[in-house]
């Protein structure tokens, strides 16, 4: 059960962290304007809230580990807004970090 909520506070983490970057993008670079670059802004400010709450207590390794979901994320995410096509080395560099995520968050620790 702890794994899941884990797993789930980073999919929420990558929603606010890369839907606001994004945000921040268009009311910048397709000068879209402010009110989407402080929806943006605010988003941000939710994924800091989000990384927060994972039941791991050290901040290095959720935000390493959380590292390799947000690559992953960032191409589906780019996959889905902006009709990217990621190739077949940035899906193996997605799966490479995702597995680094899972073994720094999730392999078993002599505690």
């Given at each position: 059960m702890v794994t899941a909520r884990s797993l789930t506070l980073f999919v929420l983490a990558a929603l606010f962290e890369i839907g606001g970057a994004w945000l921040v993008w268009q009311g910048v670079r397709e000068h879209r304007g402010w009110i989407w670059i402080g929806g943006g802004v605010l988003a941000l400010g939710v994924y800091g809230l989000v990384a927060t709450l994972q039941p791991d207590a050290e901040f290095g390794r959720v935000l390493a580990a959380y590292g390799g979901v947000f690559v992953a994320g960032s191409l589906a995410w780019g996959m889905v807004?902006?009709?990217?096509?990621?190739d077949r080395w940035?899906?193996?560099?997605?799966?490479?970090?995702?597995?680094?995520?899972?073994?720094?968050?999730?392999?078993?620790?002599?505690?």
């Amino acid at each position: 059960m702890v794994t899941a909520r884990s797993l789930t506070l980073f999919v929420l983490a990558a929603l606010f962290e890369i839907g606001g970057a994004w945000l921040v993008w268009q009311g910048v670079r397709e000068h879209r304007g402010w009110i989407w670059i402080g929806g943006g802004v605010l988003a941000l400010g939710v994924y800091g809230l989000v990384a927060t709450l994972q039941p791991d207590a050290e901040f290095g390794r959720v935000l390493a580990a959380y590292g390799g979901v947000f690559v992953a994320g960032s191409l589906a995410w780019g996959m889905v807004a902006d009709g990217y096509r990621p190739d077949r080395w940035d899906v193996i560099g997605a799966l490479v970090c995702l597995a680094g995520m899972a073994l720094i968050m999730y392999a078993p620790r002599g505690r």
